[in-house]
């Protein structure tokens, strides 16, 4: 018997079947059942009393109806006498809004933090959150992992002519630098202005992408607006050929369709979120996190250190 019981939620079974298989274990059983109403009911099918257990949901594609679901499924297992429950979360969605850059606005990742860590939960495990600092906003431990190492060598497969790495926006900076390095090349940044939710525009590009090969990153890809305004800017600035790294896809709307016409070769994204359904993904490449995450539990559960492993 393992010390530990995986769960999966609803969101993205795929990615809790994969992270069971890497760690060699089958998901724990769970029943999904909700009322005519379409308020949600879960029951935990397996005896959990003195067990870890790991529950994996991403917040992604119907964000209220899948956190919801976590928040329940967490409750259900404090209540059922777990010894301690981790909320894996590849995709921490409401991370976006994580500070008061507007009157009256919300801090959602923290109200996010506070509704976990009140649900029961005593972990977080999740990956590239869109801001580091929204570990401060728990007061559990929160391991954030990166997908660069897995992504940055899906990149180094392709024969790049005199690459340089970009950041879309000032907000990829960190990232783009921690790509840089891991390719062992020069960087540059987009300054991005955010005209509505699904609008931006590129003012200046600071760096040199003339005659090169660029290699957009960012932590996740919503509308596709900031990925094809930054390729396009790059290709008005003179560059190569453009290619993306990016780990979450949400891939909302027309996203897919966007990104098919514009000037980008290949996007290598990441398993966080599932893919949309009916699109034509000829440009997409989909890269596999689980293993990282698999090996995080194992870490986790012999209390032995996650950042040696992936940094
Ligand atoms: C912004 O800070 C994020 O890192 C992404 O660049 C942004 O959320 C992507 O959204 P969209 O694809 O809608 O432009």
New binding site residues.
């Given amino acids: 018997m393992d010390d530990y019981i995986l769960f999966s939620g609803t969101s993205h079974p795929a990615f809790a079947q994969e992270v069971a298989d890497v760690l060699k274990t089958s998901l724990g059983k769970v029943d999904f059942h909700p009322f005519p109403d379409e308020e949600i009911y879960v029951q935990i099918l397996e005896n959990v009393r003195g067990r870890d257990i790991f529950v994996v949901q991403s917040i992604a594609r119907k964000p209220n109806d899948y956190l919801i679901e976590l928040l329940i499924m967490i409750d259900a297992l404090k209540r059922a006498s777990s010894q301690s429950i981790t909320a894996v979360i590849p995709y921490f969605g409401y991370s ?1 809004q994580d500070r008061k850059d507007r009157p009256r606005v919300a801090i959602t990742a923290k109200l996010i933090a506070n509704l976990l860590t009140q649900a029961g939960a005593d972990r977080v495990l999740t990956m590239d959150l ?1 801001a580091g600092q929204i570990q401060g906003f728990f007061d559990i431990p929160v391991d954030n992992l990166y997908a660069r190492p897995i992504l940055a060598e899906a990149v180094k497969g392709l024969k790049l002519s005199n690459p340089v790495v970009l950041a ?2 000032l ?2 900076i960190k990232k783009a630098r921690a790509y840089a390095n891991h390719l062992g090349v020069d960087f540059a940044v987009v300054d991005k202005r955010r005209l509505s939710t ?1 609008k ?1 525009e590129v003012s200046a590009i600071m760096g040199d992408v003339k005659g090169r090969d660029v290699v957009i990153v ?10 094809v305004t930054a390729a396009n800017a790059c290709i008005e600035a003179g560059a190569k050929r453009i290619f993306v790294a990016c780990t979450h896809g949400l891939l909302v709307g027309q ?1 897919i369709e966007k990104l098919n016409k514009s000037p980008i070769e290949k996007i290598f994204i990441s398993n966080t979120v599932p893919l949309p359904e009916g699109h034509s993904l000829e440009k997409i490449i989909q890269v596999s996190v689980a293993s990282c995450f698999g090996e995080a539990i194992r870490c986790i559960m012999s209390a032995e250190s996650i950042s040696s492993i992936f940094n």
């Fill in positions: 976006r869109h879309p926006d907000g990829a699904e931006v960012d932590d996740l890809c919503s509308t596709g607006g900031t990925l996203a």
